[in-house]
């Protein structure tokens, strides 16, 4: 095996990742890139790391980690509504400040056990937060699927200058998350 670098390690070769990814896109983080980024030799960087999908699995994890602990401080000591359009704040807030990460985040490998494991968190976090609308299971899943596809369609348009209407994005943000929950309500009235 080859001397490790000093200094070199994989915290630190994850996080130039993250700035690469947030930066310039997931699509330019790669070996070459960032073996520049650290001022090493590409061969250097896999005495660290297995490879480019081992480096954008951890990348997902921490990002599915981070985004799972920015909604629950955004639901905490709040129900209802309230914690709805907090978590929904929290959820447009972390794509803005991480897009590289957010992206990898969107459909990460959960054959990785780990991964796994963050996802199904994060689900659960959201499954509580409906938890006083009454869903039944079905209800509930399609409730968190419909969620995530609003939360995640905002994000990207925006991230890709789709609102170019002069209108306040945060007012129709604010007005689609409450039209949600208006249906939230409607199938607890049923």
């Not at 130039?16 to 590409?42: H, M, Y």
């Not at 995640?152 to 789709?162: P, V, W």
């Not at 306040?168 to 409607?186: C, M, P, Q, W």
Request: net charge neutral; with cysteine.
């Amino acid at each position: 095996m080859a001397s490790k670098r000093k200094g070199l390690d994989k915290s630190l070769i994850v996080t130039a990742a993250i700035d690469i990814a947030n930066s310039d896109g997931v699509e330019a983080v790669t070996i070459a890139n960032l073996a520049k980024k650290l001022g090493v030799k590409s061969p250097s960087l896999y005495n660290h790391i297995e490879g480019l999908a081992e480096l954008r699995n951890t990348i997902a994890l921490f990002g599915l980690n981070e985004l799972h602990q920015r909604l629950e401080k955004a639901s905490t000591k709040r129900c209802g509504e309230e914690a709805i359009h907090s978590v929904a704040s929290a959820y447009l807030l972390f794509a803005h400040h991480h897009p590289g990460v957010y992206e990898l985040t969107l459909a990460p490998d959960t054959r990785v056990k780990a991964i796994e494991q963050a996802s199904l968190a994060l689900i659960e976090l959201t499954i509580r937060l409906f938890q006083p609308f009454e869903l039944d299971e079905d209800e509930c899943i399609h409730a968190v699927r419909g969620f995530r596809s609003l939360l995640h369609g905002f994000a990207s348009l925006e991230k890709n200058g789709g609102f170019g209407l002069p209108y306040s994005l945060e007012k129709s943000f604010t007005n689609l998350v409450s039209v949600f929950i208006n249906g939230l309500n409607f199938y607890k009235g049923n």
